[in-house]
């Protein structure tokens, strides 16, 4: 039987254990994002480089290439189990709000967002053009890269995959990156054990 002071330690460790389950609890009590380096040893002969932010999702690039001195590109994918969909952005701090991600659809499109909001379903912002976004928002925000060419595929073989090129002309491409999929081609909640966050050390 459990005794008074017994059964306050199991309660705190129950909401203990149901605030990391969202994200604000989450974020107080992680760790810094992971420091990652390009291992150089790419499951994908279409990639330098590759890590596993958490167990179901796997992410490539490849090291960035400076142009006439003004612009570095690089090329990025997310691979993810199939028929869920995934997501990869770059965030001012390495948690998810502020971010700008890309975000596949299995069976639909691959976007960019703004993610300005951890609810559902206002869990972003909407998708980034010339005219749905905010007027404080027409240009990139300092911690986010250009990304372009988003695409997204799925099958049996190779589950959900995203695509997308990026771009910066203000030096180093920003290193801090966030990762999520979800359940199910619905975007919603990813879940705790689908999310990760890491420093990326590019080439």
Known sequence: MLTTNMFVVVLMM?????AMGHEGGA???LT???EVACSDASSSSDFDCSFKPFSTMEF???KPTTTDNVTTTTSMM????????AAVGFSESGFMIPALAAVGIPGGDAQLHLMTSKSTPEIVAGV????????FWRNLPPYAPNMTDLAVTTSETEGTVLTFN???TSGEIPNKVIF????????????FFSKGMATLKWG
């Open 14 to 18: 129950m909401m203990a254990m149901t």
């Open 27 to 29: 974020h107080a009590m």
């Open 32 to 34: 810094p994002p992971q």
């Open 60 to 62: 490539f690039w490849n």
């Open 78 to 85: 997310a691979k993810v189990p199939n028929g869920v969909w």
């Open 128 to 135: 980034v053009n010339e005219t749905s976004m905010p007027v």
């Open 166 to 168: 990026v771009s910066t």
């Open 180 to 191: 999520a999929h979800g359940s199910g081609s619905d975007l919603m909640y990813h879940g």
